[in-house]
């Protein structure tokens, strides 16, 4: 089982600022075969990032992913009322489980 | 639009049974792949079982592998997830959700708004 380590577990930052924000695998993702979601409060989760760099549709070039391997970044840049909530990366290489989450990072209003 | 409805949760028992249903609509159902997520109270999210667009393989997480059975029905666009056994730990949010292709191993690109299923006596 891959498993994700996602830090900080809390990033407090100010409206205007950038956040950076990293998701690490326990062993190798195949093909970059990483995603990531925002979920606001009382919301679901959205899409936000696949293949760790590919923006889903209608998310803001704000939003950026990269990485490989086994480290991954998500970096909002000029960060909005509305991106205070909880991201999650998550693997879909493996085969055992075919996802895997990370535990989440709370961006908060500091 | 996309739309993922979900029913069926409820309050329950340990040991006990319930079936989850989704109703999809807004896009080709039978071209893309489903899943269920779950997200206990206050805490993270965990993929639960997965189902190919041609319903031709099914997938489990190892917390639910041989108590939940998961199928989808094309001619009425659902998903169900079929919930034995019960454990208190089952507890949580249940999420329908879509993928962005047919096959395994490609992330989710809708969500449905989840439906609460509380194990308890």
């Not at chain 2, 489990?60 to 056994?85: C, E, H, P, W």
Request: proline share 4%; charged share 15%; hydrophobic share 30%.
């Amino acid at each position: 089982e891959i498993v994700l380590t996602q830090s900080p577990v809390t990033l407090s930052l100010s409206p205007g600022e950038g956040a950076t924000l990293s998701c690490r695998a326990s062993q190798s993702v195949s093909s970059n075969y990483l995603a990531w979601y925002q979920q606001r409060p009382g919301q679901a989760p959205r899409l936000l990032i696949y293949g760790a760099s590919s923006r889903a549709i209608g998310i803001p070039d704000r939003f950026s992913g990269s990485g490989s391997g086994t480290d991954f970044t998500l970096t909002i840049s000029r960060l909005e009322p509305e991106d205070f909530a909880v991201y999650y990366c998550q693997q879909y290489s493996s085969s055992s489980p075919m996802y895997t989450f990370g535990q989440g990072t709370k961006l908060e209003i500091k | 639009e996309v739309q993922l409805l979900e029913s069926g949760g409820g309050l329950v028992q340990p040991g006990g049974s319930l079936r989850l249903s989704c109703a999809a609509s807004g896009f080709r159902f039978s071209s893309y792949a489903m899943s269920w997520v779950r997200q206990a109270p206050g805490r993270g999210l965990e993929w639960v079982s997965g189902i190919t667009g041609s319903a031709g393989s099914t997938y489990y997480a190892d917390s639910v592998k041989g108590r939940f059975i998961i199928s989808r029905d094309k001619s009425q666009n659902t998903v169900d997830l079929q919930m034995n056994s019960l454990r208190a730990e089952d507890t949580a949010i249940y999420y329908c959700s879509k993928h962005i292709k047919t096959g395994g191993y490609n992330p989710i690109d809708s969500w449905g708004q989840g439906t609460l299923v509380t194990v308890s006596s």
